[in-house]
């Protein structure tokens, strides 16, 4: 399966003018930290903010110093074996964690944890626990494993994005984007990026297709004339109709638009989303979409019920001169409630001023 994707990545690839294969994934760049100088610290919790869009906490190390540690987002650390009980003011703890870049800042991204009663936990996927801390108690999945779920034979169902083999430490593909088709417009944006500008550092939600990016659950609710969407984090809530509906006279233009569609049995699904508002960075990181923005996109439903692949290609003759083609893969989660907390706009701000 993983050849036949790839193989399709690239046929796409080499068709398309401007093809991104896979959305971006995270809240902020990580260039600001130094990801090749992993240091060790111990000391007491404390402050410990449990909230989306990055878990942080402030830690007093033994020499004194007071340090802000930032970590995953709810969804992720939970995945991870964390709960909001893992850490408590007055704790005293024993992390790895990548400095600042800035030397004089007491900021840094953790990967690992040893809380003083012996669990040690990864702090996000691609992390690794020292093998004198591991056996303590290392958690090595994200939640139940595909062999324990049921297989779908609609779209209804709670999936998440298939981040395998994705380095959500590294950030790497969390920068300022490069090489696309933009127009004059879209290039003076793009000159004068600047990751602080970020929309969601306000908590403003994204629209479509943004809100298919990130590691957060989605919820889908399939009906004879609809397909509901809920998108954890955001609280964002989408409706794609299906008969070929049209945009009723009263509709009012969104960031998620009007999305129309149709079904081939119930397993396929192609539709098309027009009615946008402007939104800020609504095009790709520092790059903002407008009204005249138009998505088509395909959802296919695999054989086995757990994964999802989605294609859309993305239009926008304000800010760019080209569509752009996006791929990407669902996995099937278990049910649950979406009860993570809503995004906090000081916690995601945090890093900015952080030291």
Not at 84 to 93: A, P, R, S
Not at 342 to 353: G, K, Q, R
């Amino acid at each position: 399966m993983k050849e036949t994707i790839e193989s399709i990545i690239v046929a796409v690839f080499l068709a398309v003018g401007a093809v991104l294969v896979q959305p971006v994934w995270a809240h902020h760049s990580r260039a600001n930290f130094q990801l090749d100088n992993r240091v060790e610290m111990s000391g007491t919790v404390t402050r410990f903010r449990w909230g989306n869009p990055h878990i942080y906490f402030d830690m007093k190390l033994e020499n004194g110093d007071s340090w802000l540690i930032e970590g995953h987002s709810v969804p992720g650390a939970r995945g991870l074996g964390w709960s909001k009980g893992t850490i408590e003011v007055g704790d005293h703890v024993k992390i790895g964690a990548f400095q600042e870049n800035n030397q004089d800042k007491k900021f840094a991204l953790i990967d690992w944890v040893v809380t003083d009663d012996g669990v040690a936990l990864r702090a996000f996927p691609g992390s690794i626990v020292p093998e004198e801390y591991a056996a303590s108690g290392q958690t090595s999945g994200r939640g139940a494993g595909q062999e324990e779920l049921e297989p779908s034979n609609n779209f209804t169902g709670t999936w998440g994005n298939d981040l395998r083999g994705r380095n959500l430490l590294n950030g790497s593909a969390f920068d300022a984007p490069s090489g696309l088709p933009l127009t004059e417009l879209g290039a003076q944006q793009q000159a004068a990026y600047k990751d602080e500008n970020n929309p969601n550092f306000a908590c403003i939600p994204s629209g479509f297709p943004k809100i298919l990016n990130g590691p957060y659950g989605f919820r889908f609710d399939q009906y004879a004339d609809r397909i509901e969407m809920l998108r954890e984090h955001q609280d964002v809530r989408w409706t794609i109709w299906l008969n070929g509906a049209d945009v009723p006279d009263d509709f009012k233009p969104s960031r998620v638009g009007f999305s129309s569609g149709s079904m081939e049995g119930n397993n396929i699904l192609e539709f098309t989303t027009t009615g946008f508002t402007h939104e800020p960075w609504g095009g790709f990181r520092g790059i903002d979409s407008s009204d005249q923005k138009e998505v088509t996109a395909k959802f296919e439903l695999q054989p086995d019920g757990l994964s999802i692949n989605y294609t859309y290609t993305f239009t926008d003759p304000v800010y760019f001169t080209e569509p752009r083609t996006v791929n990407g893969r669902m996995r099937k989660q278990a049910d649950r409630e979406f009860t993570e907390p809503p995004c906090d706009p000081e916690i995601s701000s945090m890093h900015i001023d952080a030291g």
